[in-house]
């Protein structure tokens, strides 16, 4: 994969006169046409926001479309360089230092050993790039955004939950890319850079990018993968010696196993909370892609850089552990962490460290882009506003949530992450069942009914479901500030079963409900 030919070809914008978001707004309203020519007084803002939105288009390519469907007669033509682009994309997306923060949590919070660490990490993100890439298939084959094709799994209005829900993923890993990019750029300089600069820039390069929208997203992600990669193949070679890979699990019984299923759950939420959005970035693929090809691209781009950043980000946590200097530089933060990794190396090592540092834009742009979409989704009124002013808005947020939380980051990740991956596992359950189960022709989607509320279902099982869902959930998690009474019996310290127990609370209550509601109903 690493060496793979990138493709040249990118995704095409469609025409400027079809990528209005005014499909959906329009679609929403019955209000009548505003005069012929309004004084620039008093014209509604969004009038001006997409008004000046199709200038800027016209000079520099700014894609305007925002989460009206992309209909087959504008999608490019199926090819293997597009299913290419589509692991490159996520290859980029995810071989990135805040996931491999993540997977330093094992032996420093949980007390796992090398060995147990490494395995969990690594098949507890592959399970959870599985449902990313299950999701993403819906992208070509629909030519929705995810949060539309959310519409037809659990209604109009339900799907606004999941939406909203969404919204808060994106903005929050927004908050940690910039978080994790500031402190390493902070741990190069010597402090000299402070993290709150190091922030500001991880913000600013991925809200420029993600403005300007699908061919520019493209475009940088198709490259980003690769420095990312030798920087990483790097670290291995000049602190691998210092990896302990001789190190075991602290603890023992219900105990240790409530440690490792809790480290496993937290590396299953960290790949699988994107699929709310993976099908965001591949809705101008040709439909007639099959979905299996579209599956196994994601898969491969997202599971590579997964193992990769696991097992390094594992490796150096060990070291902390026996290190007397890494341990310094873990207590400082985790991006010194990282920078403490390259310090054989001297002065290439820094650079190396900002190459990383700086590869975190890389997951940052495609949350950002979602996040405007998200907002979009979420009512009429919303959608009259241009995508790349939700970019902006999204962007804004994250930067400040970042600078006030940038002390914070283990707790943020051991907390929050894990919180957003309950929902998006429910949600999972019922789109997979609602398939298998209720749409297993070829032609089980009218696709083209994305904005018709008569022809979509109503969602009272799916809401019913999911709600069934987070209640167990919540009597089973196992977080800082609140451990239900389900995850308090396993061993001394708990543990998180909050998506096991959830999903099956989902897994059997939905089938039943939503066959009610097809026979009371028909939709």
């Known amino acids: 994969m690493a060496h793979t030919q990138a493709p040249r070809a990118s995704p095409p914008l469609p025409p400027p006169e079809k990528t209005n978001i005014d499909v959906e707004a329009t679609a929403a309203t019955t209000a009548p046409p505003p005069p012929p020519h309004p004084s620039p007084a008093k014209q509604p803002t969004t009038t001006r926001l997409n008004a000046l939105t199709t200038r800027i288009a016209a000079l520099a390519g700014l894609e305007t479309r925002g989460v009206a469907r992309v209909p087959p007669s504008q999608r ?24 491999l923060t993540l997977a330093m949590l094992g032996p420093l919070v949980y007390g796992l050993g090398f060995a147990d660490a490494a395995a969990l990490s690594v098949f507890g993100s592959l399970v959870g790039v599985a449902g990313a890439a299950y999701l993403g298939t819906f992208g070509p084959r629909s030519g929705c955004r995810t949060m539309i094709v959310a519409r037809y799994f659990m209604g109009y209005y339900p799907s606004k939950i999941a939406c909203l829900l969404n919204v808060v993923i994106m903005i929050g890993y927004g908050m940690i890319d910039c978080i994790v990019g500031g402190q390493i750029l902070s741990a190069v300089s010597g402090g000299h850079m402070t993290v709150v600069v190091g922030i500001i820039v991880v913000a600013v390069v991925s809200w420029l990018v993600a403005a300007f929208g699908i061919t520019v997203f493209h475009a940088y992600e198709r490259w980003a993968w690769a420095p990312q990669m030798v920087a990483l193949l790097l670290l291995y070679g000049v602190a691998g010696p210092k990896f302990d890979t001789a190190s075991v699990s602290t603890g023992s019984g219900a105990t240790l196993h409530g440690n490792r299923l809790s480290f496993f759950s937290l590396c299953l939420s960290a790949p699988v909370a994107w699929a709310p959005s993976a099908a965001d970035y591949f809705v101008y693929l040709n ?95 919303l959608a009259r506003v241009p995508r790349w002013a939700w970019v902006s808005v999204s962007a804004v947020i994250y930067l400040a949530c970042a600078l006030g939380g940038r002390n914070s980051l283990f707790d943020i990740f051991e907390d929050w992450l894990a919180l957003m991956g309950y929902w998006v596992c ?19 989607f009218d696709w083209t009914a994305w904005n018709d ?51 099956g609370f989902t897994l059997v209550t939905f089938p039943g409900l939503r066959w009610l509601e097809l026979r009371r109903f028909g939709r």
């Open 287 to 381: 439909e007639a892609t099959p979905p299996w090809q579209t599956f196994a691209s994601a898969f491969a781009g997202m599971g590579v850089a997964a193992v990769m950043v696991d097992l390094a980000g594992v490796g150096l946590a060990s070291g902390a552990l026996r290190d007397a200097g890494w341990r310094g530089a873990y207590e400082t933060s985790g991006g010194a962490l990282i920078v403490a990794g390259y310090e054989g190396i001297g002065g290439f090592g820094k650079f190396c460290s900002v190459v990383v540092a700086l590869g975190v834009i890389a997951n940052n742009i495609p949350g950002t882009y979602s996040a405007a979409l998200g907002f979009q989704v979420l009512g009429r009124g």
């Open 453 to 503: 509320e008569a022809r979509l279902p109503l969602g009272l099982a799916a809401l019913a479901a999911f709600l069934i869902g987070w209640a167990g959930a919540i009597v089973s998690m196992d977080q800082a500030y609140y451990v239900g009474p389900i995850a308090a019996m396993v061993g001394a310290d708990g543990a998180d079963l909050g998506i096991w127990v959830g999903c």
């Open 76 to 99: 490019e033509a199926a090819s293997r360089a597009a299913l290419a682009q589509i692991a490159l994309v996520w290859l980029s997306t995810n071989m990135t230092a805040n996931n």
């Open 426 to 444: 429910l949600w999972i359950c019922i789109v997979g069942e609602e398939q298998v189960l209720f749409r297993r022709g070829k032609d089980a």
